[in-house]
């Protein structure tokens, strides 16, 4: 069974914003660190947003200032806003659980919801 499900994907145009959103349906959220992973055609599954247990929060350079990353540990959900969107954002959009407190070595991956930015 799925145990995190991603939403809010979408296409939109230079400039847009959207709303991502992650629901760990199985086990609770509150210790982990939870994160949102970017995946583009030829290139490695690479780190766009995460927070720990703590919530501190840290971004990929490039999307510094535009996403902003929140956990809501009651609903058992994670978000990513994303403002302010570029072609360069376009990708599989995957959702993942750390191991513990941080993000490293997920646990538990989303399906991928994809996100297209059209100039």
């Known amino acids: 069974q799925v145990q995190l499900v991603e939403s809010g994907g979408g296409l939109v145009q230079s400039g847009g914003s959207l709303r991502l959103s992650c629901e760990s349906t199985?086990?609770?959220?509150?210790?982990?660190?939870m994160g949102w992973y970017r995946q583009t055609p030829g290139k490695q599954r690479e780190l766009v947003a995460g927070?720990?247990?703590?919530?501190?929060?840290n971004y990929a350079d490039s999307v510094k200032g535009r996403f902003t990353i929140a956990r809501d540990n009651t609903k058992n959900m994670v978000y990513l806003q994303m403002n302010s969107l570029k072609p360069e954002d376009t990708g599989v959009y995957f959702c993942?659980?750390?191991?513990?407190?941080?993000?490293?070595?997920?646990?538990?991956w989303g399906q991928g919801t994809q996100v297209t930015v059209s100039s």
């Open positions: 199985v086990r609770p959220i509150g210790i982990n660190a």
């Open positions: 927070v720990t247990s703590g919530g501190n929060t």
């Open positions: 993942a659980m750390g191991r513990g407190e941080y993000i490293k070595d997920p646990i538990l």
